[in-house]
T-cell receptor, first 114, second 114 residues
Framework: DAGITQSPRHKVTETGTPVTLRCHQT?????MYWYRQDPGHGLRLIHY???????DKGEVSDGYSVSRSKTEDFLLTLESATSSQTSVYFC?????????????FGPGTRLTVL | AQSVTQLDSHVSVSEGTPVLLRCNYS??????LFWYVQHPNKGLQLLLK??????LVKGINGFEAEFKKSETSFHLTKPSAHMSDAAEYFC????????????FGTGTKLQVIP
């Protein structure tokens, strides 16, 4: 499972509150990604990181920010949660060129914004 | 821009009959292609991948897929469906460069009827 954990696994919060999701990996992979999964949309990329302190936006980045201060941790923050951010969030790492850019995924975090 | 299209959002088959899940991609370059499976309320698991080696790729649980460059397709097949195959399947495409990002199709839900 490439040693990827996500915390929390489930969270219920209220509109307007800040929320931080954590992704932790144990195998020193350079590239990390945050996705959200919604019915009918597959997985859509929110933000990604290509090294410590190196991050960039994905296709659905509005309302989200990320930070990566250590190789092993990639944090996703919802500055002020909205109901439209109710979703399942997945973190992933890339195996790189040797794996043909295959990605391994964490177990997911189910976030409900009331 | 790279894209991937899963032609059916839902597929229903009887147990013991063949499975065909269709995927087409658009590309100016040689892609890597993947199929992932997600069982209800579970994470994503890699079924198989194509990375420019053999065009017929065999995966886990009896699934296989054939890369057809002339048709820009990567359809997933299985000779005989089992009840445990009921899940959502995602076709994923990646291209060299671009921070090893991938693009997901919108998914196909496979129903297996006893």
């Amino acid at each position: 499972d490439a040693g990827i954990t996500q915390s929390p696994r489930h969270k219920v919060t209220e509109t307007g509150t800040p929320v931080t999701l954590r992704c932790h990996q144990t195998e020193n992979h350079r590239y990390m990604y945050w996705y959200r999964q919604d019915p009918g949309h597959g997985l859509r990329l929110i933000h990604y990181s290509y090294g410590v302190k190196d991050t960039d936006k994905g296709e659905v980045s509005d309302g989200y920010s990320v930070s990566r201060s250590k190789t092993e941790d990639f944090l996703l923050t919802l500055e002020s949660a909205t109901s439209s951010q109710t979703s399942v969030y997945f973190c992933a790492i890339s195996l790189g060129t040797s794996g043909g850019y295959e990605q391994f995924f964490g177990p997911g975090t189910r976030l409900t914004v009331l | 821009a790279q894209s991937v299209t899963q032609l059916d959002s839902h597929v229903s088959v009887s147990e013991g009959t063949p499975v065909l899940l269709r995927c087409n991609y658009s590309s100016s370059y040689s892609p890597s292609l993947f199929w992932y499976v997600q069982h209800p309320n579970k994470g994503l698991q890699l079924l198989l991948k194509y990375t420019s080696a053999a065009t017929l790729v065999k995966g886990i649980n009896g699934f296989e897929a054939e890369f057809k460059k002339s048709e820009t397709s990567f359809h997933l097949t299985k000779p005989s469906a089992h009840m445990s195959d009921a899940a959502e399947y995602f076709c994923v495409v990646s291209f060299s460069g671009g921070y090893q990002k991938v693009t997901f199709g919108t998914g196909t839900k496979l129903q297996v009827i006893p």
